[in-house]
């Protein structure tokens, strides 16, 4: 659409057609966009709003007017606000800025453009000559939008050029005259942070490239473009302080210049109080690359215990049943990064390759024997006795000598300590368990040997298995009792 000017001076001095309504909703129809129409609607419609304010002014004062004429008046108001709307056509200068519904609206566009570019160019320097406003009548379709606007008032500034702006989150940080060039530096910033696996790419700032007019000093080459947008942005943050502090000391702790920080907090003495808040800058990059990425990877699945009591297992021992074994399980996750920082890191499968194998522990609850004989001990082996103890020819025989099959188990004849476990000369393989009474018993010529010395065992426990070791005839126990080391006829503490 172009734009036509028309002074309010000329419209005022146009004579109004007040008989020719219908004549306007005709020519209204035609809709042309022609200036010569504009204008003429224009002067129309000013005739129409007079008639309007005729029509009501007419019905205060009579009392009894015609229906049909209020209906025609109520029609018509109707009619006339559904499709037209008051405006103004604002400029600056000779530049037509375009129809807006208030001086607000171009206000606020002037408001917008002095804050978006405040760090490279002064308002006073973009808004040069002094807005103009002249009233029109116009579709309600003609306004110009804010963005269009904007540009015009730009269009106006000796300071602003058109050029490719890169603009995040709707403020321009670099602008290039190429637009490829321009679109390129956004790919070159994505590929930055982008690692071999990403799967995902893309900003957290709305980032675009627009043909607009932007501060001639923003207009810079790619080299410099890049490593602008690579940059920082400066916000600020309100904060409180926890205790009282001198105002040097506060800023020292921020790393920030006094003079700076006074510059942000004018209204700041020498010390800063809990009830105070202090502006701070905080940088924020500009662009800020988001990225998305997984990592795999195998973790250990530590193996449960489960632990069972054992009656036949000594209080304070235990045996492992079935030894435990960790397992294996295969863990995925999702990595989300901010230029290359992780900030998000989410499990998103995780399977078991490999179950943990349960360990089985048991514990003893069997009552420990008491190391001290009870006095009276029992046979250590069931069998024929064949060669009592006493006197022979060859000699004294110290205990008795009990027949039976290698391998039968053999038992302590009562409570007490294994003292010696192992080969000793003539007697073989023998056990000798001390009752911490005075007496010390013997187990000679054994297969095996199944308690070792320290062992505290129980009457009637097997401790050894019966063989034909050392100096021996045949399979047979060959079984001792001694008193403070004097050998005893065993057969008169067994029945
Ligand atoms: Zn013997």
């Not at 709003?49 to 018509?76: D, G, M, P, W």
């Not at 943050?237 to 003079?259: P, S, Y």
């Not at 235990?318 to 989410?346: D, P, S, Y």
């Not at 025989?397 to 003292?419: E, F, Q, R, S, Y």
Request: aromatic share 10%; proline share 3%; charged share 20%.
């Amino acid at each position: 659409m172009r734009f036509v000017k028309i002074n309010a001076a000329d419209a005022d001095s146009k004579s109004v057609k007040r008989n020719c309504i219908a004549k306007a909703y005709a020519q209204v129809d035609k809709n042309t966009e022609t200036s010569q129409t504009t204008k003429t609607l224009k002067t129309y419609f000013n005739g129409i709003k007079n008639e309007i304010i005729a029509f009501y002014n007419a019905l205060n004062k009579k009392t009894v007017a015609s229906a049909l004429v209020a209906v025609a008046a109520l029609s018509l108001t109707m009619l006339f606000n559904i499709n037209f709307s008051f405006a103004y056509n604002a400029f600056i200068g000779d530049t037509e800025l375009g129809y807006v519904p208030d001086k607000e609206f171009v206000q606020n566009c002037v408001d917008n453009i002095n804050a978006e570019f405040a760090q490279y160019v002064s308002g006073e320097d973009i808004i040069k000559a002094k807005i103009t406003y002249v009233p029109a009548i116009i579709r309600r379709a003609a306004f110009t939008d804010a963005v269009a606007v904007c540009e015009n008032i730009k269009s106006t500034s000796d300071v602003m050029v058109q050029a490719y702006s890169v603009e995040v989150d709707d403020i321009a940080f670099a602008a290039l005259n190429d637009k490829t060039q321009a679109e390129d530096i956004i790919l070159q910033i994505a590929s930055l942070y982008k690692t071999d696996d990403a799967t995902q790419v893309s900003f957290k700032e709305d980032v675009k490239v627009l043909y607009e007019y932007v501060p001639s000093v923003i207009v810079m080459d790619s080299a410099a473009a890049l490593e602008r947008l690579q940059g920082f942005t400066t916000l600020y943050n309100t904060v409180a302080v926890d205790k009282k502090i001198a105002f040097a000391d506060f800023a020292a702790d921020n790393g920030l210049e006094v003079e700076y920080l006074k510059s942000l907090n004018p209204k700041l003495g020498e010390y800063i109080n809990t009830s105070d808040t202090v502006v701070i800058p905080v940088w924020k990059p500009i662009i800020t690359v988001l990225t998305t990425d997984t990592l795999s990877y195998e973790t250990t699945v530590p193996f449960e215990e489960q632990v069972t009591e054992d009656a036949t297992i000594y209080e304070g021992s235990e045996k492992i049943l079935q030894a435990g074994a960790n397992g294996i399980t295969a863990v995925t996750e999702k990595i989300e990064r901010a230029n290359g920082a992780i900030v998000n890191q989410t499990v998103i499968s995780s399977e078991v390759v490999c179950e943990p194998v349960m360990q089985m522990r048991a514990i003893g609850t069997k009552e420990r024997p008491s190391h001290v004989g009870t006095g009276s001990f029992m046979r250590p082996y069931y069998g024929k006795v064949s060669s009592r103890f006493g006197s022979r020819r060859s000699g004294t025989h110290t205990g008795v000598d009990i027949c039976g099959t290698v391998g039968d188990p053999i038992v302590a004849a009562d409570n007490g300590t294994v003292i010696f476990s192992g080969w000793s000369g003539g007697y073989g393989k023998v056990i000798k368990i001390d009752h911490n009474n005075g007496y010390v018993t013997y187990y000679a010529h054994c297969n095996s040997l199944l308690a070792d010395v320290g062992d505290v065992v129980e009457k009637g426990e097997t401790i050894a298995t019966l063989g034909s070791t050392g100096n021996s005839t045949g399979p047979h126990v060959h079984f001792e009792v001694r008193y403070n080391d004097e050998v005893q006829n065993p057969m008169n503490y067994v029945n």
